[in-house]
Every structure is written in structure tokens, then in C-alpha cells.
């Protein structure tokens, strides 16, 4: 039974392409997260969904959007890879609506981009 | 701006030891303090959540401290196990930045 599901585990793929990552959680939570662990294992929040809304937007490139087709699912779409993009992304999730009182982050178990 | 530390970066203990991890963050304003455990090429779990009127929660073998003021958290583990091995991860829930800030962790290995 997993709870926050990301696919794919790895993706290896060139510069330039265009690319999605999937996110699911089955746990009922009404807010979704966006995370990139960079190579020195920084977790940096990129966006935040709250019941399909975006409440969130940290400043990431606008070759980034997330699209979220019902609460329990947020996708990242990244447009014209670059060799930076390389990282885990982390999907997270929390019950509240925004990851306050008391609230415990749910992650998913990421996927390694790698872009040549 | 948040800034939140983790010393050591990297720890190995033998067997049976007890273990303290440390974070420190640098605004006290917090709601509340989360320890993570990130295994290898794995996603993150949460270990403990401590509430920013709280000072301490205790999970099993694991015990996490917080005192706001001072802007410093502990992890207590207890009679760690090779189990026990992954990186540790703390992250602060800062008042008024609708964001999660987290410390680079802390690597720890237990050798049986």
C-alpha cells in the first residue's frame, strides 16, 4: 500500500527534451508538494498544490509547471531540459493546507533525473 | 532568511552507542521542527514532528528536543542499530514563509 507514489524511479534523458514526472498519494491529504534535492542533498521546495490550486511558488524556471487534474495528483513538467535539472524531485503530501499544525510531510520515494 | 545547520555532517558509531544529531536553525520563529530519515536512493520518512510549544517527543528509541529560543534541535537515538544507518534530516516549519527549510544532514552509519 503505498501512500505517495512517483514514477519513473530514474529517468535519464538529453538536454532539451521535454519531460514528466508522475505523482499520486492514496492517503486523502489535500496539499501536494514539489521537492528538488540538489547533489549536496539540499531538499528545496518548488510548488505546492492545495486541492488542485497552486499556493505555493517558490522561483524556479518557468520551464517547470506542475498540473494537478484532481487532489490526488501532481505532475511536474519540465519543457527544454538543461544539464542544472539533474537531481532527485520529491512529491510530498500533508492532510492541512499547508503543511502547519501539526501536519507530518508524506514523501514519495523520488526520481533521479538525469539529464546529459 | 531561514538558515537551518547540521553537525556533524557525517557520523559512524559502533553498535549499542547512544547518538546525538544536532540542527540548529537561525530564526526561532518557527511552527514546528520535523526529523526526517532518508535511506539511499530512497524517499524521506518522518521520524518525529515537534510542535514550536513543545520540547520534546519521543518515538520508540528516538527522542527529538527543541528549544526555540536558542534555535537548536536534538535527535536522541538510543542503543543504535546497523538499522539505524541513513541520513537525518531536519527541517523547520518557518512562521510566515509558507515553506519548509531544510538542513544538509547528517549521514550516520552504525557498524555492527
Known amino acids: 500500500d503505498t501512500a505517495v507514489s512517483q514514477t519513473p524511479k530514474y529517468l535519464v534523458t538529453q538536454m532539451g527534451n521535454d519531460k514528466s514526472i508522475k505523482c499520486e498519494q492514496n492517503?486523502?491529504?489535500?496539499?501536494m508538494y514539489w521537492y528538488k534535492q540538489d547533489s549536496k542533498k539540499f531538499l528545496k521546495i518548488m510548488f505546492s498544490?492545495?486541492?488542485?490550486?497552486?499556493?505555493i511558488n517558490e522561483t524556479v524556471p518557468n520551464r517547470f509547471s506542475p498540473k494537478s487534474p484532481d487532489k490526488a495528483h501532481l505532475n511536474l513538467h519540465i519543457n527544454s531540459l538543461e544539464l542544472g535539472d539533474s537531481a532527485v524531485y520529491f512529491c510530498?503530501?500533508?492532510?492541512?493546507?499547508?503543511?502547519?499544525?501539526?501536519?507530518?510531510?508524506?514523501f514519495g520515494p523520488g526520481t533521479r533525473l538525469l539529464v546529459l | 532568511k531561514q538558515e537551518v545547520t547540521q553537525i556533524p555532517a557525517a557520523l559512524s558509531v559502533p553498535e549499542g552507542e547512544n547518538l546525538v544529531l544536532n540542527c540548529s536553525f537561525t530564526d526561532s520563529a518557527i511552527y514546528n521542527l520535523q526529523w526526517f530519515r532518508q535511506d539511499p536512493g530512497k524517499g524521506l520518512t518522518s521520524l518525529l514532528l515537534i510542535q514550536s510549544s513543545q520540547r520534546e517527543q519521543t518515538s520508540g528509541r528516538l527522542n527529538a528536543s527543541l528549544d526555540k529560543s536558542s534555535g537548536r534541535s536534538t535527535l536522541y537515538i538510543a542503543a543504535s542499530q546497523p538499522g539505524d544507518s541513513a541520513t537525518y534530516l531536519c527541517a523547520v516549519d518557518q512562521t510566515g514563509a509558507n515553506n519548509l527549510f531544510f538542513g544538509t544532514g547528517t549521514r550516520l552509519t552504525v557498524i555492527p
Open positions: 498544490y492545495n486541492n488542485k490550486e497552486l499556493i
Open positions: 492517503l486523502g491529504h489535500d496539499t
Open positions: 510530498a503530501s500533508t492532510h492541512g493546507s499547508t503543511g502547519r499544525l501539526g501536519e507530518t510531510q508524506y
